[in-house]
């Protein structure tokens, strides 16, 4: 996954809706009263994006010794930081991959959008699983639907432009 600061601007925005979608806070969809006869519906399966995590104990203990050999001066800082970014890349791209196996194993939760180079799934399931999600800490994040469209075309953007930018480096550098 790509890190930059969009995608933490990102994620502060869209969480606080996201979490009151999920809560079911909206005011467009609130819930109907009901006479306290009818069951209630925790089973209630909505469409949501999720953005997985990686493995935080693998990061951490990867970093550790990343900055130990910052220290010895096996590897520079910048070195470091992205040996630091890919593994970070590698470990969410291997959850978003287990996550999505273990989803079509589910008969509950079905995948409707895969990106595992950014951690994100758009996926149908009860809101139950959201929730354990976020719990278990396999989530971190739970964003309404229409947002795991704007998030990729946001990376690919800023990739187009990072790429751009290099290439008028290059030629740049030529002349």
Do not use: H, W
């Not at 809560?23 to 009901?34: D, I, R």
């Not at 946001?154 to 790429?163: K, S």
């Amino acid at each position: 996954m790509k890190q930059n600061p969009g995608r933490r601007s990102f994620l502060a925005v869209t969480g606080a809706s996201a979490t009151a979608a999920l809560a079911g806070c909206s005011t467009q969809n609130a819930p109907s009263q009901t006479d306290g006869d009818s069951e209630e519906t925790p089973g209630t399966e909505a469409t949501l994006t999720v953005q997985i995590q990686g493995d935080q104990e693998a990061l951490t203990s990867f970093q550790e010794d990343l900055q130990a050999d910052v220290d010895n001066g096996t590897v520079t800082r910048a070195e470091a930081q992205q040996e630091f970014q890919n593994k970070q890349e590698e470990l969410i791209t291997e959850a978003t991959n287990e996550y999505e196996e273990a989803a079509a194993d589910d008969d509950a939760v079905s995948v409707a959008d895969s990106s595992p180079e950014y951690g994100m799934l758009r996926i149908d399931a009860p809101a139950a699983t959201f929730v354990d999600g976020l719990e278990d800490g396999d989530l971190a994040a739970v964003l309404p639907s229409e947002y795991y469209d704007q998030y990729i075309q946001q990376q690919q953007f800023q990739e187009e432009l990072n790429q751009q930018t290099a290439d008028q480096g290059n030629n740049t550098t030529g002349d």
